[in-house]
């Protein structure tokens, strides 16, 4: 019988802290990945250290939520404005 494999366990964090084109925590936060989901990735006691460190991509997201927000306010007012016809 073969031996299995041992695959050492690697934190998270320590893949972030990797040069070159390693995941990195701001990455998820600019693809809408949930902060809470991030903070545990990170192994972070509480999220405010999370959005401490990595708050800079807010404004992308925010922008993003807002253009989804704005196609969504623009699909129900135009269904509105059929009905009403």
Not at 8 to 30: H, N, Q
Not at 70 to 83: A, F, G, I, R, S
Request: hydrophobic share 35%; proline share 6%.
């Amino acid at each position: 019988m073969e031996t299995p494999y041992i695959i050492k366990w690697v934190p998270f964090y320590d893949i972030c802290k990797t040069k070159g084109d390693a995941i990195r925590p701001s990455m998820l936060l600019e693809q809408s990945v949930n902060p809470k989901v991030v903070q545990k990735l990170l192994g972070h006691r509480d999220i405010e250290t999370t959005l401490g460190i990595y708050s800079h991509v807010l404004p992308e997201v925010l922008e993003n939520v807002a253009e989804t927000i704005d196609t969504q306010y623009k699909e129900v007012y135009c269904n509105l404005l059929q009905m009403t016809r």
